[in-house]
C-alpha cells in the first residue's frame, strides 16, 4: 500500500488552539478538555494525519460539542511527521517517509496512549482517523479497543477485505466521510463500503457514509474553504462526526 500526493495538499488553516498539549502514557499529546461537567469514563481519540502540528488542533478544541475530552496523541510519529515545507512545496517523496513510519513504528504510541486512558478510568473510547490513521481507526475497531469509529477521506485500507473484516470483526458503528476527488478511498470503494457495512445502504443504524459533492482527498482537514464546497465539506463532516459520537458514544 502507498499514498498519494493529495495525502500533502490542501490549504493551512489560521485559529488558536484552545487545549493543551500533556503526556499520556509517556507519548506527547494534545488534549482539549471541556470546561463544564463531563463524563470522565468517555474519551475521543482523534488520530491526526501525517502533518500533525497544524492540522488536528481544531477538532480538539474544548469549546466543541462532543462532551468527552478529546486527547490526540501528536507524537505518535515519534517526533518526525512530513514537514510543513513539503505541504507547501508539493516535491517531497512521501513513500520514502512512509517507510519509516508505517505500523510498526507508530502504532505502539498509540497503544500507549489508549492503555493510559484505560487506567485513568476511561471505559468508551471513539476515534476520529484521517487519511493515514483512518487505517488506525480500522485497525482499533477490529481489535474492539474503540466503540465508534469515524473516517474522514481514509488511506491504505484494501477494500474489499479490510470493509469485510470489518463487518465480521468489529462491533462499533462507523462513520465514513467520503468525498468525489480520492485516489485512496474512489467511488468505486464507496459503493463497495454501502454494499458489505451497509447491505447496499448509504445509511443505517450503525453504518453512515456521507459524501461531500466537489470535495478532494483531505478536505475535512485540509479544504480550502474559500471554496464554497469544500467549506461545506470540511463543516459538514465535523458535525456529522459530533452527531455519530452523541449517537453511539
Avoid at 57 to 74: G, Q
Avoid at 88 to 114: C, M
Avoid at 193 to 203: K, P, S, T, V, Y
Amino acid at each position: 500500500m502507498s499514498l498519494c500526493p493529495d495525502c500533502i495538499k490542501g490549504v493551512r488553516h489560521e485559529g488558536a488552539p484552545e487545549g493543551e498539549f500533556e503526556f499520556i502514557g509517556g507519548v506527547r499529546c494534545y488534549v482539549g478538555t471541556p470546561s463544564g461537567e463531563y463524563n470522565k469514563e468517555k474519551a475521543v481519540l482523534f488520530l491526526p494525519d501525517l502533518l500533525v502540528d497544524d492540522f488536528a488542533k481544531e477538532w480538539c478544541n474544548p469549546d466543541l460539542e462532543i462532551n468527552p475530552p478529546r486527547p490526540s496523541p501528536f507524537d505518535y510519529l515519534n517526533g518526525d511527521p512530513v514537514p510543513v515545507d513539503a505541504f507547501t512545496s508539493g516535491k517531497y517523496d512521501l513513500n520514502v517517509w512512509f517507510a519509516q513510519h508505517g505500523n510498526e513504528q507508530t502504532r505502539p504510541n498509540i497503544d500507549k496512549v489508549v492503555a493510559a486512558l484505560k487506567e485513568q478510568g476511561v471505559k468508551d473510547l471513539g476515534v476520529i482517523g484521517t487519511d493515514a490513521t483512518g487505517r488506525y481507526g480500522f485497525d482499533l475497531a477490529f481489535e474492539n479497543i474503540t466503540k465508534v469509529t469515524v473516517v474522514s477521506h481514509p488511506s491504505l485500507l484494501k477494500v474489499p477485505e479490510d470493509l469485510e473484516k470489518y463487518k465480521q470483526l468489529s462491533k462499533a458503528p462507523l462513520l465514513i466521510n467520503s468525498c468525489t476527488f480520492d485516489q485512496q478511498f474512489p467511488k468505486e470503494s464507496q459503493t463497495e463500503a454501502d454494499r458489505i457495512l451497509g447491505n447496499g445502504e448509504q445509511f443505517t443504524e450503525t453504518y453512515r457514509r456521507e459524501y461531500f459533492e466537489g470535495c478532494t482527498h483531505g478536505f475535512a482537514v485540509r479544504g480550502d474553504l474559500s471554496k464554497a464546497e469544500v467549506k461545506a465539506g470540511k463543516e459538514g463532516s465535523f458535525k456529522a462526526a459530533v452527531l455519530f459520537f452523541k449517537r453511539h458514544l
